[in-house]
DNA sequence: GCGAGGTCCTCCGCCCCTCAG
DNA sequence: CTGAGGGGCGGAGGACCTCGC
């Protein structure tokens, strides 16, 4: 097994950022079944978690809803009507949507897609921040406005510590950054569907890097505000890794049970409830772990039919 | 582990059924990650192997969605302004959609989920076929419409075998079973958001009906058209079963996985590659199978903690 | 059967504004 | 800084029609 057992302790999350536990405490939706829970999960992973805007996430399941279109239009013979008529769509709009997907594969098009667990705005702000404003220790960290050196003494003093090597930035130069962020996040989408930076979505923006921790607002005495870079990236390291980790497993768990329900051979599917005392599941977990990568090991040989395994237990939840 | 291994093989499929084999070769769409692989897969399983309709997907999906707004509403302390700037949506759309949402916890309004992998209007359809449309065998199979006796003749000499013991329909009694079963499947939407009955809705059900072999269509040699129930269930019933274990596996291990993320105690995620040879597969899959029910024999012991394990494991693909 | 064309309605994702507490 | 109004644009789901093949 790639990862140890973890037993860390969940009040240990002590950051500012707000997203750090998604543990929804799903209230149940009526008239749901397992597809809609799956949703569900994704919808708030992507949109509280990975702070996608909601049109975003819509996007994206529509682009994947179109592209199930397509192969169905590419497996019935390029049958516009009987495509329309299998998934209930205009002959038409199939037509649009084959023409869009296709100009996807062969030209560079881009469908709208989220591309990444977190939006190209948030994930590069640091990063550019970073390179255009970069802060060398006996430089001044402020930026040279009407302060006197008694009241740059008194911001600079308020500054949490452990900061990135970046300036601090006046609201002017902030909203500067989104907007290059914004712009460079666009440029390869087709310009038809191109979403404008409008004054709602730079606020969205703002308090999405507000509310992660990533940047943090300094009310000067003046009154206007200051900007500060506090950390190197958007989301915890190794909290992005570990989601990141999550969706490419879940992927490829559904691919291997898409393969089971297909009866393909080779595909082995495990389902356990059980339970176990407390006070042994260390134990138990720790066994589990070496018995599988025994198992890997016995049967590895090189040149063999390549194969993945993903596993996952722990406590039953509700 | 419930399952056994697999091995049927995937030529042996000759079913009328053309939703057998999801096994879509991915056309890899260009700037997606395992995120957008995940809707695709839904996308595809909902559309093409379920039937749903395209918009009902994108209900499904907006309701999640919606679903993930009125949570960070709620933990926000129910305020409308923040939680739109958060998912940049506008205050008054929040406002409508936290209402829509507590109208359905609290009443019966139901939400626009998928609530099953099948629509109901086609999952229905042979039981009602049946309830209303009896056959008992010395009866004729035949409405009494318009035919000579040696055309009746002919035309039940056309039926497939093994028909379930129900009427043949003529378009008529089949149509008003389409809207009975539409009608019902509507009773308890909130009729703000009811789907009118539609020519070219009906035209889509009946389609799915053919092409998924429920229904048989047969030329009467008047020129009208009957229809005949082929199948008891929708889909073949082991498929069925197949696929909505794939779903409740599949969130599962989401949810498994999630908890490993926020370093919950007590959970193990495991992932391994590896290569075996071709003729130990089938050996190395047995044993895996026998390890793990031995593992959780070991250490099960009534009254501990309620634990679950998800495993899978096969061939990669691509 | 199929493609291609046009028209209509409605919802809703987004944008902006004002005003009262 | 919030809720509660207002008005407006464009895209797209959905339904309908005809015509030419």
Chains 1, 2 share one sequence.
Not at 27 to 47: H, T, Y
Request: contains cysteine.
């Amino acid at each position: 097994m790639s990862e140890p057992i973890s037993y860390s302790n969940p009040l240990s999350k002590k950051n500012t950022n707000h997203y750090d536990d998604l543990e929804f405490k799903v209230v149940e939706v009526p008239n749901s079944c397992a597809i809609d829970q799956i949703l569900i999960r994704l919808a708030i992973n992507i949109m509280q978690g990975g702070g996608h805007r909601y049109g975003a996430f819509l996007d994206a399941a529509m682009t994947a809803a179109k592209f199930a279109i397509y192969t169905t239009y590419l497996s019935e013979g390029k049958n516009f009507r009987k495509t329309g008529l299998l998934h209930h769509v205009e002959p038409k709009r199939v037509k649009t949507i084959v023409q869009e997907v296709e100009s996807a594969l062969t030209e560079g098009k881009l469908l709208k897609t989220l591309a990444s667990q977190e939006p190209y705005y948030l994930i590069y702000l640091p990063h550019l921040w970073l390179k255009k404003y970069p802060w060398t220790p006996p430089q001044p960290r402020l930026p040279m406005i009407g302060l006197t050196r008694e009241e740059k003494l008194e911001v600079e003093a308020s500054l949490p510590n452990d900061l990135p090597n970046a300036l601090v930035l006046t609201e002017f130069q902030f909203m500067e950054l989104i907007e290059l962020l914004h712009l460079e996040s666009q440029k390869d989408s087709s310009e038809a569907h191109r979403v404008p930076l409008s004054d709602a979505l730079i606020e969205h923006i703002k308090l999405r890097l507000l509310y992660s921790g990533t940047v943090v607002q300094i009310q000067s005495p003046r009154g206007f505000p200051f900007y500060c870079l506090a950390r190197t990236s958007y989301s915890p390291q190794d909290k992005r890794e570990r989601i990141y980790t999550m969706f490419e497993d879940v992927d490829g768990f559904f691919q291997l049970l898409q393969a089971w329900v297909n009866k393909e051979p080779g595909v082995l599917r495990g389902l356990e409830v059980f339970e176990v005392p407390i006070e042994r599941k260390e134990e138990a977990l720790q066994e589990l772990d070496k018995l599988i990568q025994a198992w890997a090991d016995k049967y590895h040989q090189e040149g063999g039919q390549p194969m993945v395994l993903h596993l996952a237990t722990g406590p039953v939840k509700r």
